[in-house]
């Protein structure tokens, strides 16, 4: 907790012994002798009050914060309605934040920017590439001859594509001889993507 810059996230058992100790009466009832039973009583409760502050920072400084949360991950996912047919099978805990951050960032839009935000917090970087039908008087030479279909369409190039080819002695009959996983921000682009467009990955 000392890098949340919170500086009662810190607190320990001594030091609300000490803050309980310093706001007792005076008076011989009161001893002042550290050896005394009543400052190892006040020496326990202030353990006890440590570790409700501590859970408490946690909770505020820490599981507040959907990349770093554990305790409340699930919680979160729930929230942002995860797992769902874009999260792979056994993620792991990045995985799970990763899809957590890209579900967040994906709050709504259709621009290059917006698209290029939701898969760098999934930890992808893309870039978007979209197409102009050739037009007589606005086209210009060597233009690519694109037809009105193409003004639909948009291609992402992104890298991590992971590929797992076949083997002797580590596949099976009935294997197909490669297959590939896509990057998870691939199919969240997939499932935000328009309706009306054509989406076109090309994996580097």
């Given at each position: 907790?000392?890098?949340?810059?919170?500086?009662?996230?810190?607190?320990?058992?001594?030091?609300?012994?000490?803050?309980?100790?310093?706001?007792?009466?005076?008076?011989?009832?009161w001893p002042q002798d550290p050896d005394a039973?009543?400052?190892?009583?006040?020496?326990?409760?202030?353990?006890?009050?440590?570790?409700?502050?501590?859970?408490?920072?946690?909770?505020?400084?820490?599981?507040?914060?959907?990349?770093?949360?554990?305790?409340?991950?699930?919680?979160?996912?729930?929230?942002?309605?995860?797992?769902?047919?874009?999260?792979?099978?056994?993620?792991?805990?990045?995985?799970?934040?990763?899809?957590?951050?890209?579900?967040?960032?994906?709050?709504?839009?259709?621009?290059?920017?917006?698209?290029?935000?939701?898969?760098?917090?999934?930890?992808?970087?893309?870039?978007?590439?979209?197409?102009?039908?050739?037009?007589?008087?606005?086209?210009?030479?060597?233009?690519?001859?694109?037809?009105?279909?193409?003004?639909?369409?948009?291609?992402?190039?992104?890298?991590?594509?992971?590929?797992?080819?076949?083997?002797?002695?580590?596949?099976?009959?009935?294997?197909?001889?490669?297959?590939?996983?896509?990057?998870?921000?691939?199919?969240?682009?997939?499932?935000?993507?328009?309706?009306?467009?054509?989406?076109?990955?090309?994996?580097?």
């Open positions: 907790m000392s890098g949340t810059g919170n500086p009662f996230a810190v607190l320990t058992g001594d030091d609300f012994a000490a803050q309980m100790l310093a706001l007792r009466p005076t008076g011989a009832a039973a009543q400052w190892a009583y006040f020496a326990g409760l202030g353990d006890c009050v440590a570790l409700v502050n501590a859970a408490s920072a946690n909770l505020s400084e820490v599981e507040a914060d959907p990349a770093q949360t554990l305790l409340l991950l699930g919680d979160w996912e729930t929230d942002y309605g995860l797992p769902d047919p874009c999260t792979p099978a056994n993620p792991t805990l990045a995985q799970r934040h990763q899809l957590l951050l890209g579900r967040i960032a994906a709050i709504g839009g259709q621009s290059p920017a917006y698209y290029e935000g939701v898969a760098a917090a999934m930890g992808s970087t893309i870039t978007i590439q979209t197409y102009q039908p050739f037009q007589a008087g606005v086209s210009h030479a060597g233009d690519p001859l694109l037809n009105d279909a193409w003004a639909y369409a948009w291609t992402v190039t992104m890298s991590g594509l992971q590929a797992s080819y076949f083997s002797a002695g580590g596949s099976g009959a009935g294997d197909p001889t490669a297959s590939y996983i896509t990057p998870p921000a691939s199919c969240l682009l997939q499932r935000l993507a328009p309706a009306h467009t054509v989406l076109i990955f090309n994996f580097t």
